[in-house]
């Protein structure tokens, strides 16, 4: 059963929040940017363990060599296919929400994790574009480390480290909906001389004399 963005976001909402879009990552199976280096990588790595650990069953090798061989023959057949299907189901079970007031992340597979940003603290938000309108919103601005997970269970099988909105379709849309919100949410600041104006006790205040007025009445 699919679950609805505004129903996973609903629950989240504060009192007199107001939510201004939901949506999710693009579903199904899908290859990304660092897939260039893993793809090639896991069929050689992978491969290897398989051809090694099949050479020890057939082969008569002991017990103990053959048990040795099956965690590196499991996490290879993950990084070759199983990290395709854990990336699906974790973005079936993700979705995203602006608020006026928030930027909010649900995740919803293996418990219920939210991620929640407040517009006025975020120091950078950035817009990668593709021709097709998807894109991905980054929140913050990410170290410069290598590839690592994003929310995945073994290292090496993501792509960010700073929250972010992978959207199908649609992306500019959702940023100009989140800069509107951070407009709108900022606090509207006084000028010093309109706090003065507006002070009825600033004119009471007394200046204080300079150095040479006070020597002057001295004498």
């Given amino acids: 059963m699919w ?49 090694w650990e099949t050479g020890a069953v057939l082969g008569g090798a002991p017990l103990s060599m ?30 995203y929400a602006v608020t006026s007031e928030r930027a909010i992340i649900v995740s919803t597979y293996f ?5 929640s940003l407040n517009l006025n603290l975020l120091p950078d938000v950035s817009l990668t574009e593709r021709r097709d309108g998807a894109g991905t919103i980054t929140f913050g601005t990410p ?9 995945n269970s073994l290292p090496a099988t993501g792509q960010y480290t700073a929250p972010v909105f992978e959207l199908p379709s649609d992306a500019r849309a959702v940023y100009e909906i989140i800069r509107a919100a951070q407009r709108d949410s900022k606090p509207a600041l006084r000028t ?28």
Avoid: C
């Fill in 3 to 51: 679950v609805q963005p505004d129903d996973a976001i609903e629950a989240e909402l504060d009192p007199g929040e107001r939510l201004l879009w939901a949506g999710q990552p693009p579903r199904g199976l899908m290859l990304r940017s660092s897939d260039a280096f893993l793809i090639p990588f896991s069929l050689l790595w992978g491969g290897f363990v398989i051809f």
């Fill in 66 to 95: 053959k048990l040795w061989g099956v965690p590196f023959v499991i996490v290879g057949l993950y990084v070759i296919v199983g990290r395709f299907f854990v990336d699906a189901y974790q973005r079936a079970r993700t979705f």
């Fill in 111 to 115: 418990g219920q994790r939210v991620t």
């Fill in 143 to 151: 170290p410069p480390s290598p590839p690592r997970t994003a929310g």
């Fill in 192 to 219: 010093d001389r309109n706090t003065t104006d507006s002070d009825p006790h600033s004119q009471d205040i007394q200046r204080w004399p300079s150095p040479d007025e006070r020597f002057r009445s001295v004498k």
